[in-house]
């Protein structure tokens, strides 16, 4: 895990971006990630506290980070997430990072953006278990965030709309350029090991690429889990269809990303898989019919690795402190 | 709440302190917050990575900063926290801002420094439930850790007075220097409103400052919580009682400190004063028998309020991903 730690870095990145763009990148099935573009950077500063601020749960407990944690990989490392209550979620939390280049956002891809994500799991009654009114009731109640929202977006009262624009706004900002994979496709010839390249071929030629490509390594479609043999899921949750309501979309999940899948374990939509050995060997046998050798299998995981870029790099935000007027959380209330 | 946001501003704070000095601060019963001496940094950036890895609880949910949150002053801002599998704690979090100045940990002080705090809720049943032996098999399963321990303590093995040391080592440098009481203690005389001042004098004139004195504004002595009147606390908690054994210490609990007073809510060993407001009220009554006129009660407020001082600033750390090896963590596991 590299960090961007010098101003000389970012430039070193940028000049590598120009320079190799050319020459390798527009020839292979993945891009480097790019950096995001109009950013707001006013909106990105008050959504990072919104997404630090456990004052959107019904406890007072649960952030956007708990589940979606930056110190690691934007997950929790955990199969399925832990929401109000200690209730038991039913799918892993993806994560957050690169999420702006998903098609859809959720595993079944029900919100359309990262926008419309975010308004989710304040609502959902087994994550943060509040509502879009109670949030606003108490968002509202707290003079430095009223002052903030009023600078952002030049209007007197807080809405939701503003609420989740500011956080997919902070959101976009996750991405992880300079993974060595990235430095390679950008020219940088010895930026991969002659195992990690050889993973790559083995990923290219096995059709793993066939669903894991573009810039986010994935998230640009929707797939059937158990393609070849039928994927025995600890989770019940049946995919796509839940919002088609079409039976041929049973099963059908978002392609997860695999960018900085070596921090994101563990892996599928009901985390069953701890490492990533474990996940190439189940989708090679269950996507493509194919065994891999253990030489395979690790030589593939060497070249998953290689995808794990600059980590998002800020100050963690102080929240501005509740009123006395701001409604308390109940974090031992019956539920 | 004001950050450190540019070396100048430090300067000026360490201007202030060398020419203001000799003129106010020696002859009041506060002093001013100073910068931690004798700092290892490598162990503090261990330790920072330590306090925000939830990796050291059973479930892999909760890290130190879930309950002594440094986005929020340092504490959870609900009444007793939440512990694994949402048990409810029996007392109210405590700011681990400037904890370091506290004369012991915890509110019964059963713990004499930071260092001997910091293993207590890892392996308190009903906080992050899991044992020093668990937490130590995870860490040394982890390559990212065991190089930045060996390379802080120049040890082969990670043992739990590693961790506790470098925890403490970090939380040594959670001050908050720079409040505008503090800047008014060093000679800035427009620091403080007249408001503020009388507010100040009544907090000295009524009593509050012979339990909360010195650098902290408390943090120094043990004091019966209900001298005047008997207070009835939410909590079944007893206090001192249960490290001395002695019947008088009944009740007896740190004065906590009112750095930061403003971030801390809700206040009380059990947490169960909402506002400064109504915390002043009920402390003039029962510890001072004394009724604070709303006048009064708001003038104090408004002193408490300048204890604000600079929050820690610094960036989220990015925890080094675990191994195929690492024991997971087992959130639903049963208790």
Redesign the interface.
Known sequence: ?K?VLTSLSVALAAGLATWGAVHAADSEPIQPIRAPQNINLGMVELGKKLY????LSK???ISCN?CH?????GT???PTS?GD??Q?GPINAPTVLNASLNLAQFWDGRAADLKEQAGGPIANPGEMAFTHTLALNVLSSIP?YTREFRQVFGKDKIDIEQVTLAIAEFEKTLVTPNSRFDLWLLGKKDALTPTELAGYELFKTSGCVACHNGEAVGGNSFQKMGLIEPYKARSKAEGRSAVTGKDSDRFNFKVPTLRNV??T??YFHDGAA????EAVDVMGRLQLGRKFSPDENAKIVAFLKTLTGD?P??????????A?STP??T??AAH
Request: no cysteine; glycine share 6%.
């Open positions: 895990m960090r630090f601020d456990p004052r406890s007072g407990f708990s944690n930056l110190s690691m990989g929790d490392n955990i832990i209550h200690w038991q430095g070596e921090l374990y563990p701890n490492t990533l050995s980590q790099t800020f100050t963690l935000p102080i929240l501005p402190p509740s006395d308390r959380p974090p031992f």
